[in-house]
């Protein structure tokens, strides 16, 4: 399996299943992002963006719809460390997506798409991927 950054596959949730994603963040990490997309595409529909942003010190949690950005969810910390291996682990229910970081629970994103809208998986920015795994649960 190819995981090079920018990485984008195939991804069908329903609830109970989970992403868990590995890798390291670059030691020059600015911003990183992953996106469940409604499509392939780089203007697709986002049901969920995880943007953590070492430049602004937060974690940013959104939907883009119709190539609108809808409001942000921020939590105001980063718990990723530059140069430092990470584990993130985004769970679907069907009424939200609880988001845990390295074993920590950090934030429950309500859904504001169907979850039966998701089709694919984009990792963009400054990470390197090393598994992608979707367990059913
Ligand atoms: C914007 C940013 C996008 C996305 C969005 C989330 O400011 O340019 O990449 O992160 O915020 O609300």
Redesign the pocket.
């Given at each position: 399996m190819d995981l090079t950054v920018p990485y984008l596959g195939p991804l069908s949730l329903s609830p109970g299943m989970s992403v868990s994603i590995s890798g390291v963040i670059d030691n020059n990490c600015t911003?990183f992002?992953v996106n469940l997309q409604c499509g392939d595409s780089e203007d697709s529909d986002i049901a969920l963006?995880v943007?953590p942003?070492f430049d602004d010190n937060d974690i940013?949690f959104?939907t883009?719809r119709d190539g609108y950005?809808?409001e942000?969810d921020v939590v105001p910390e980063v718990p990723f460390t530059k140069g430092e291996s990470f584990q993130l682990i985004i769970t679907a229910s069907a009424e939200a997506f609880e988001i845990n970081v390295n074993g920590n629970q950090i934030h429950t994103f309500q859904q504001r798409m169907p979850l039966e809208r998701v089709s694919a998986i984009r990792v963009i920015g400054d990470v390197t991927l090393e598994t992608l795994n979707i367990n059913e649960n």
């Open positions: 911003r992002a963006h943007n942003r940013v959104n883009l950005w809808e942000e």
